[in-house]
């Protein structure tokens, strides 16, 4: 009776249930169903068969588990979706006894608005994979350099299978021998989480040509939490090919537009000859007047060999191999060519170092970029007047240089300014345009070809006039450290560096001996520690306040015990905060991570002024 009474509260208890619930015989009988099940039948489907009541069918339903449900006498849940609503339902059916009879009971669940946004999301992951797959070419692989994806533009641009290229190491599969010591540093820079924004690496393809991409990688973290470097690339080895053309025509009709001054050079030059050869025949008695004649007549063949030299050099086809040459002596071993192609009525001044600033360009193309400028002075000067270049060191700030789209660091300023008619406000902000011309018979390229390699060395270019007082072009190009033999003079300090980065504790090396210092290298304690055993008393510790070598802090009071009067730069990216809880007692200097090379000059002056 108890059992009685408390029926309809179990019942009541199903009725609540959200899901259908259905009691089925062997013959296909509904035994019992709750009213959510009740109401989507809109009957009573007890008593009746299931397959008619629930799907409105006449047999039984194809998808139809019964007979394995009982069979095996296990769970089974599957996915249908009936003819009769045209709703999806996940059913789970399972097997029990009453009496001698096995019979099922099935919970039906709707899940329509699962499948519907199961299918809304297959769209989209189909969506977002043919992407994936098109340009741009998109590959993936670890620190190992092992490729764990590739898409299908990658596969057109190189040849490769993706099945061929997938776990290979990048290394042997397509990165040219002779650009491997490139890629490796780029992709060390990536892993340390430097990012650099179209950085062009060739690559080989399967056929064995030579194919330029431009590149940008940036570093993550697999869903493991192992990094991996992504890197997405453009194939830009037609529109090089097609760029190096232009430039070809370019130079072409810049030393078009200097013929004139070439013939009148040469004819100047065949005068004087002609003269000296003259005056000397008189003199054939007077040994020493005809030496002199002809020291003189040397001299103006080699002034013509000189310039000759650098117009057929500007004429040849351009390799397209940037060099680290040095500006200062390019500027000074050229200014005669400069002043002949300016013409004897327009005064060349240059400002500039005779030699020790260095910049990475190809030689032909600042010649080129020379070339131009010079040849739009001396068309807007054709009265005469003066161009002034002058060269010179400038450290970007972060603020300055993100105003001018370019990294924070050290540039060289190139100004070459003339005082011809200037140029309007109308048409300034339109000079670098392609084929924009004032000028009758011009081509509008010489402005535009010049924007265009400035930009191609991660430069900036500016233009400033003001009508009739002349105009300024600023070039902002790269600085590079000096090379050994044209070294800063040496610091009296003794610096030593400890950073495991081998990347990192080459770029501060390269920033120290921007700044005139000769910092002592070490990749961790141990090396530290060997450079101290011979010989090396510092001065200066530079390190990173958590090493992977061992523990920081032991090693600063190590050091501090054998040289009580080092000095201590920490280098964190944790903040201030987090260093001096690892140093509450000791007396350093604190620089962020990342740091400019204004705020590691700023600091090394702190440490040379405080006793």
Not at 287 to 316: C, H, T
Not at 535 to 548: F, S
Request: aromatic share 10%; with cysteine.
């Amino acid at each position: 009776m108890p059992c009685e009474r408390s029926l309809p509260f179990y019942e009541a208890i199903l009725n609540l249930f959200p899901g259908m619930i259905s009691v089925i015989s062997q013959d296909f009988r509904v035994l019992y169903a709750n009213e959510p099940l009740k109401q989507r039948c809109g009957e009573d489907p007890v008593g009746k068969m299931c397959y008619q009541v629930f799907h409105g069918l006449e047999k039984v339903c194809p998808w139809c588990k019964k007979e394995e449900v009982l069979r095996d006498k296990k769970t089974i849940v599957w996915e249908v979706k009936s003819p009769k609503d045209q709703c999806w339902y996940e059913v789970r059916s399972i097997p029990f006894k009453v009496g001698e009879e096995w019979i099922y009971l099935s919970v039906i669940i709707n899940i329509t608005e699962k499948k519907r946004l199961e299918h809304k999301l297959e769209k989209q992951v189909r969506f977002f994979q043919e992407i994936l797959e098109r340009n741009p070419a998109l590959i993936i692989f670890n620190q190992e350099g092992k490729l764990t994806f590739v898409n299908r533009a990658f596969e057109e641009i190189t040849g490769i299978p993706r099945g061929e290229a997938l776990a290979k190491n990048i290394f042997e599969l397509f990165v040219p021998e002779e650009d491997q010591n490139l890629w490796r540093k780029h992709c060390e820079e990536v892993h340390c989480g430097i990012f650099q924004k179209g950085v062009e690496l060739p690559i080989r393809s399967r056929k064995g040509d030579k194919r330029y991409l431009l590149w940008n990688c940036m570093r993550v973290d697999d869903p493991e939490g192992k990094p991996t470097i992504v890197g997405l690339a453009i194939d830009i080895t037609n529109q090089k090919q097609f760029f190096e053309q232009y430039l070809q025509a370019q130079k072409m009709e810049s030393l078009g537009r200097f013929t004139g001054v070439i013939l009148h050079e040469l004819n100047n030059l065949f005068m004087a000859l002609q003269g000296y050869l003259g005056v000397a025949k008189l003199k054939l008695t007077d040994p020493e007047k005809v030496k002199d004649y002809l020291e003189k007549m040397e001299g103006l063949i080699e002034r013509w060999r000189n310039m000759s030299q650098d117009l057929l050099s500007f004429a040849r086809k351009s390799p397209g191999t940037p060099q680290t040459i040095d500006l200062a002596q390019f500027l000074h071993s050229h200014k005669e060519t400069f002043s002949r192609l300016l013409g004897s009525n327009i005064q060349l001044e240059i400002e500039a170092p005779q030699k020790g600033l260095f910049t990475e360009i190809n030689p032909l193309h600042i010649q080129q970029i020379l070339f131009n400028l010079i040849s739009n002075s001396r068309e807007a000067m054709s009265e005469g007047g003066k161009v002034s270049i002058k060269l010179e060191e400038v450290i970007l700030s972060e603020g300055t240089a993100q105003i001018l789209g370019l990294l924070a660091g050290p540039y060289l300023l190139l100004t070459f300014e003339d005082n011809g008619p200037g140029i309007s406000k109308e048409v300034l902000p339109h000079i670098f345009e392609p084929y924009f011309t004032t000028k009758d018979s011009g081509t509008g390229l010489g402005l535009a070809t010049v924007y265009s390699l400035v930009k191609q060395y991660k430069g900036h270019i500016a233009a400033y006039s003001t009508l009739g007082k002349g105009t300024t072009f600023r070039i902002y190009l790269p600085q590079k450290p000096s090379k050994p033999e044209t070294a800063l003079p040496p610091s009296f300090l003794n610096i030593l560096v400890v950073e495991e980065e081998v990347v990192l504790l080459e770029t501060i090396k390269e920033m120290m001996q921007h700044l005139g210092y000769r910092p002592y290298l070490a990749a961790g304690f141990q090396e530290a520690r060997e450079l101290i055993t011979h010989g090396l008393k510092p001065e200066v510790l530079l390190i990173d306040i958590q090493m992977k070598s061992g523990n920081t802090v032991n090693f600063i009071r190590e050091l501090r015990n054998k040289f009580p009067d080092l000095k201590l730069i920490v280098v964190s990216g944790y903040g201030e905060d987090f260093v001096r809880q690892n140093l509450p007692e000791e007396r350093y200097y604190h620089l962020s991570k990342p740091f400019s090379l204004e705020e590691l000059a700023k600091t090394l002056k702190e440490v040379l002024t405080v006793e």
